[in-house]
């Protein structure tokens, strides 16, 4: 068998397992979907009239417009927090150890977790999406090219922090720690554009706010969702993901590559 | 010289500054069972872990071959060759018994049907066909290392490693594991097993290795091992004071233990050298309450090669961990 179907059926046998974890064990991804959607109704609901003035908007409505693109990143944050865990707990389980003794295609591991986890990103993605549409979001001005690529850019913001995700997860020696150290990626989007916009936040803090994963994306997912102004942001955002998911790839193989403790 | 599955030579390791394993030679050939004996660490499990490709050995560490793959140069190789079973168990808890079962056969490529049919086999060999469907996490001790063992049988491997297959396994599961054991090596495979226990080597292995501070203190097969260390000895046990201080006197070359008033002395325990002690007695007018006769057994030969009492009086060493 050559090197790459061997690599992609071994894969896709690892994700098969990934996926039947999941699908066994549910409630860890639902109480992770439990943070955005939380926020999304508190924002909306309670805040949402001071919000939107402080966004220059009409009523509530424009500030449901403003919120969802951020908090459908917010969620895939959220979710890859899950990875993290859910690897950091799989490598204190014997059977990793058994997979490393086998003749199977070494990165399938990994790639299984990634693949696995995007896919759970995805339908998470797609629950607080249909609140959010539950709750009066409207997307209708988008053309089909630009319904693709905020589908694309959302697989592929994704898949960066989900091999982020598994780096830390296989740095950290058990869940919590795991949790812990996923934090950054359900802080980040607090402290981006999904609930304000940057130029409403004190100067000294703009940059902080700016120069983040979180903000060119959610700035680019406006863009193509409700047609407001991309910018700069799209190249930025796609020069993020790309940058964060060869990142998160080197370091977590490295780490899977090393001999285990 | 007979075709060797296992050998290995040089074989070191460090952590920092403890060095785990020593030089070790290993020749294991093949259709075999090779026991690693030791205590607590030892660097059982560590010779396990690079034997298997799990972690490398240090620099220095001679040529390695498993199966007739070097290890250094074709780790696949050897993987595709071999099967393990480790310390702790390697199954995956979330899944049933059964899935686990059908991962295996995904891994090894075989067909979909193929895959079934080898998993029912197993499971039903090793008596597990009734909680193949229960999730493996609520499977006991005895359960999970079946399991362990069946799972890592899926691809037919020629050299199986199995590290501390019975440790905290009940008297039962143990016997069990032990004519799966003898099962395996009817087939011809060759089984490298490490283990605490000299009973479970002496009761499987064709040779042993008694491993000691990194180091293989001594290599033979149980019998060999056995005559390395001096014969075994009589022990007479007296009730009456008097008669044990006459028997002291009679006797000579004893070694005497006032505290229980007992008398031990060097012997074979043939039937003449018995009879020469009683007439003895007999002529001294003289009646022990007991007589024992020991055989030098694997004990004395694991006391002796690693430390004597040292090692009985460390129940709670740190433990080898397989992560």
């Not at chain 1, 780096?167 to 990626?185: D, Q, T």
């Not at chain 2, 069990?176 to 097993?193: H, K, N, Y």
């Not at chain 2, 203190?217 to 201080?245: C, N, S, W």
Request: net charge negative; with cysteine; hydrophobic share 45%.
């Amino acid at each position: 068998m050559s090197n790459l179907s061997l690599a992609v059926r071994d894969s896709s046998t690892m994700l098969r397992r990934n996926l039947l974890h999941a699908r066994r064990y549910p409630s860890l991804t639902l109480n992770l979907l439990l943070t955005p959607i939380m926020l999304l109704l508190l924002f909306v609901y309670i805040f949402g009239d001071t919000m939107s003035a402080g966004i220059g908007g009409g009523d509530r409505s424009d500030y449901i417009a403003y919120l969802v693109p951020g908090l459908l990143l917010m969620t895939i944050g959220s979710t890859t927090i899950g990875t993290a865990v859910s690897v950091s707990n799989d490598m204190t389980e014997g059977i990793i150890a058994r997979f490393r003794t086998m003749a199977i295609h070494r990165g399938s591991v990994l790639v299984g977790h990634v693949v696995g986890s995007v896919l759970q990103s995805i339908v998470s993605v797609v629950l607080v999406g249909a609140v959010g549409v539950a709750i009066g979001f409207r997307s209708t001005d988008a053309t089909v090219l630009e319904w693709l690529a905020a589908f694309g850019l959302l697989v592929l913001f994704a898949t960066a922090l989900t091999w982020i995700a598994v780096g830390m997860g296989l740095i950290s020696p058990n869940a919590e720690a795991a949790s812990n150290n996923a934090m950054p990626l359900i802080f980040l989007p607090l402290i981006s554009s999904t609930f304000v916009p940057v130029d409403a936040m004190p100067g000294w803090f703009q940059p902080i706010a700016e120069y983040q994963p979180f903000t060119p994306a959610i700035e680019t997912l406006r863009g193509l969702l409700l047609g407001t102004e991309i910018g700069n942001n799209g190249w930025i955002a796609v020069a993020w993901c790309l940058g964060l998911a060869v990142l998160g790839y080197r370091w977590s193989t490295a780490k899977f590559n090393a001999d285990p403790k | 010289m007979t075709d060797l599955a296992i050998a290995a030579n040089g074989l070191r390791k460090a952590y920092g500054d403890k060095t785990v394993l020593d030089g070790i030679d290993i020749q294991v050939p093949a259709g075999t069972i090779f026991s690693l004996l030791g205590p607590n660490g030892a660097g059982k499990t560590t010779a396990v872990k690079i034997l298997s490709t799990l972690i490398s050995a240090d620099p220095g560490t001679g040529d390695i071959r498993i199966g007739g793959h070097d290890l250094a140069a074709d780790p696949q190789g050897v993987r595709a060759a071999i099967g393990v079973t480790g310390q702790f168990s390697a199954v995956d808890g979330l899944i049933t018994g059964e899935e686990n079962m059908l991962l295996m056969a995904d891994l090894h490529h075989l067909p979909k049907s193929e895959g079934r049919r080898v998993a029912a086999e197993l499971l039903e060999r090793f008596d597990l066909a009734e909680a193949a469907k229960k999730p493996a996490s609520t499977y006991s001790g005895g359960m999970k290392r079946r399991l362990d063992i069946a799972m890592t049988l899926v691809g037919d491997p020629r050299i199986i490693f199995l590290d501390e297959p019975t440790t905290g396994l009940d008297p039962r599961s143990r016997h069990t594991m032990w004519q799966i054991i003898r099962e395996l090596v009817a087939d011809g495979v060759t089984v490298f097993l490490t283990t605490q226990y000299l009973e479970e080597a002496d009761e499987l292995a064709d040779r042993i290795a008694v491993l000691n501070d990194g180091k293989i203190a001594a290599e033979g097969t149980a019998d060999e091992l056995k005559r390395l260390i001096p014969g075994g000895h009589v022990r007479l046990r007296f009730t009456d004071p008097d008669a044990y201080r006459s028997a002291a006197s009679a006797l000579r070359e004893v070694t005497r233990d006032d505290e229980s008033l007992a008398l031990q002395l060097p012997s074979g325990g043939s039937q003449s050298e018995l009879r020469a002690i009683l007439d003895r007695l007999d002529a001294a007018g003289i009646e022990a309450d007991e007589l024992t006769v020991h055989t030098p057994d694997l004990d004395d030969v694991f006391f002796a090669l690693t430390g004597g009492a040292d090692v009985t009086d460390q129940p709670d060493q740190p433990k080898e961990t397989v992560r």
